[in-house]
């Protein structure tokens, strides 16, 4: 059953609130297909449409984005960061970092410390907020987001 236009809103935000909340915690692709009342390819479909990107790579960078939080404003180990945003195993941290920031985290907390401030956002402000709600549910007509070239579909991590 494919869920009206109507619908998608309430749908997504109920995924992102679960994301957001639980990020930290092993996450199934089943369990948010259940939280948000929908199947493995309408979850896909709708995170491709309203924030363009797949979901692990949404998960993936919300993880990131947190540990770089924490190796800014503490003096944690990587490893233990790791931990805390649910990539407990330090070799897939670290690779994910690295795709994510084009550093590895070490050096990420090094140059901020030098510089004062992320060496991938001179300004200031971080392009892919994500904290903020896409635009596409806001209810206005917006350009959809390109799904990522590549074609392939990413796997939630176990």
Do not use: W
Not at 49 to 66: A, F, N, Q, T
């Amino acid at each position: 059953m494919r869920p009206t236009a109507e619908g998608e809103p309430a749908q997504l935000t109920r995924v992102l609130d679960y994301l957001h909340k639980g990020f930290h915690e092993p996450i199934r692709i089943a369990t948010l297909c259940e939280v948000g009342n929908l199947s493995a390819r309408s979850l896909h479909r709708l995170f491709v449409k309203h924030v363009g990107e797949s979901v692990s790579d949404y998960l993936c960078r919300l993880r990131i984005g947190r540990a770089c939080m924490r190796l800014v404003e503490s003096d944690a180990t990587v490893s233990m960061i790791a931990y805390e945003v649910g990539l407990a195993n330090l070799a897939n941290f670290n690779r994910h970092f690295r795709r994510v920031r084009h550093t590895t985290p070490t050096a990420y907390r090094e140059s901020v410390k030098q510089l004062g401030r992320d060496v991938d956002d001179p300004g200031g402000a971080d392009p892919q907020n994500l904290s903020e709600r896409p635009k596409s549910l806001d209810g206005r007509r917006h350009s959809r987001f390109k799904a990522p070239s590549n074609g392939s579909v990413s796997q939630m991590p176990n």
